[in-house]
């Protein structure tokens, strides 16, 4: 038997989903939105202070090879929490596949840790690091894009349906 306070709780859900789980999302995806821009701006950092150190006179500069070095690892590594924090909400709320969320946090962290111990370095550990966050980001828009179809009137949704559709199916095909 549904109650008053029931009734108005079902009336704020949004397609099954709560307000407070909502506005989790959203924040997950902020949150893997910064992710994105620390790794451009690792990127960024390697080729920027990479090129100036192979210029011959700056050769000798340690801040500058220091920077080259570890400036790029230590912003892929900020990346690895808002990862793990995306990567818990879209496995607490089903936004991917489960065993999808499980393999790409698993095999990560089993090619950083393995790095890290028998090869002495982070580098392929934190390339795929690299990826993950990526992977989450087309998990949210996907999400949102649901949320947003399925505000649309049902006249309008067959036609933004076949829409999207369209568009996934060129996406696919051009990649």
Do not use: C
């Amino acid at each position: 038997m549904t109650t008053v306070s029931n009734q108005a709780l079902q009336n704020k859900t949004q397609h099954g989903f709560a307000p407070l789980a909502i506005a989790r999302i959203k924040g997950a995806q902020r949150a893997n939105q910064i992710a994105i821009y620390l790794i451009y701006a690792a990127i960024i950092a390697f080729m920027v202070f990479g090129t100036i150190a192979s210029i011959k006179a700056f050769h000798d500069n340690q801040l500058l090879y220091q920077l080259f070095y570890n400036l790029p690892y230590a912003l892929m590594a900020l990346t690895i929490p808002l990862t793990l924090y995306d990567a818990f909400i879209i496995y607490r709320y089903r936004l991917n596949q489960t065993s999808m969320v499980i393999m790409t946090i698993g095999v990560s962290s089993i090619i950083l840790i393995g790095g890290l111990l028998f090869a002495d370095t982070a580098w392929l550990g934190l390339a795929s690091w690299l990826g993950v966050a990526f992977l989450f980001k087309v998990s949210f828009k996907r999400f949102f894009d649901f949320l947003a179809i399925a505000d649309l009137p049902e006249t309008k949704k067959d036609s933004e349906n076949d829409k999207t559709i369209l568009a996934a199916d060129a996406e696919n095909i051009s990649l």
